[in-house]
């Protein structure tokens, strides 16, 4: 047997666990975001931080500072968003859960 999905859905940052859910839906409550999904991906360093993937909404100028500032100023400062990528639509499967898997794998091919 082996497990396909949700391996691994904590992201550990410098010790602390974060749960990509509480950022989604911090992130969801944000007037110009759509849609959001949040993965871990690791640094230079090989530390793991969370890295968010938004949809905006139409006609929207938001920038991925604002979005990081948003954030930031809504959570600890161990769980602040650093990095944001805007994509067209977030990968779902048929029950309407996030491919964190997809957007893993789609993190590991930019890196390479």
């Not at 759509?34 to 969370?50: C, L, N, R, S, T």
């Not at 400062?77 to 639509?89: Q, T």
């Amino acid at each position: 047997m082996t497990i396909v999905d949700r391996s691994k859905e904590l992201i550990k940052y410098k010790g602390y666990q974060i749960a990509p859910a509480e950022l989604e839906a911090l992130l969801l409550t944000h007037p110009q975001i759509a849609d959001a999904a949040v993965i871990g991906v690791a640094d230079a360093d090989g530390q793991e931080f969370p890295k968010a993937y938004v949809v905006v909404v139409a006609e929207s100028a938001v920038t991925a500072e604002e979005v990081m500032a948003y954030v930031t100023e809504r959570v600890a400062p161990h769980k602040k968003v650093r990095a944001v990528e805007f994509i067209d639509a977030i990968l779902k499967s048929a029950s309407g859960k996030i491919l964190r898997k997809d957007l893993r794998a789609r993190e590991r091919a930019a890196a390479q």
